[in-house]
Structure formats: structure tokens, C-alpha cells
């Protein structure tokens, strides 16, 4: 097994399941913990900035 970081294996997730990122950003913004948003926010930005980058994965 390849090791790789929570980052990583939260971008392949929002990657394969966008309707859970979004709901999953609905509810960090709702509860308003700004620490977690930061995070959530890189792990969308990593996501979906790798979907650009290969528009056929």
C-alpha cells in the first residue's frame, strides 16, 4: 500500500464523490469553525485543481 497523506486521500475522495464535498463545505461553513474551513478549503483546492490539471481522471 502506498503511503500518502490525509490531504491526498481527502482530495481522491471529494474527487470521486463532489455531492459529498459540497455537502460536507455546507456544514464546516454552518458550524463556523474558521481552523476547519482552512482545511477543508485546501483539501477542495487540491481536489479539484488536480481535475483541471487532468480533465479525464
Do not use: W, Y
Given at each position: 500500500?502506498?503511503?500518502r497523506?490525509?490531504?491526498?486521500?481527502m482530495a481522491e475522495l471529494f474527487q470521486a464523490d463532489p455531492?459529498?464535498?459540497?455537502d460536507l463545505l455546507a456544514e464546516v461553513v454552518r458550524d463556523g469553525?474558521?481552523?476547519e474551513?482552512?482545511?477543508l478549503e485546501r483539501q477542495l483546492?487540491?481536489?479539484f485543481a488536480k481535475r483541471?490539471?487532468?480533465?479525464?481522471?
Amino acid at each position: 500500500m502506498k503511503d500518502r497523506s490525509h490531504d491526498e486521500a481527502m482530495a481522491e475522495l471529494f474527487q470521486a464523490d463532489p455531492s459529498f464535498a459540497a455537502d460536507l463545505l455546507a456544514e464546516v461553513v454552518r458550524d463556523g469553525n474558521a481552523d476547519e474551513l482552512a482545511i477543508l478549503e485546501r483539501q477542495l483546492s487540491a481536489a479539484f485543481a488536480k481535475r483541471e490539471a487532468n480533465p479525464t481522471s
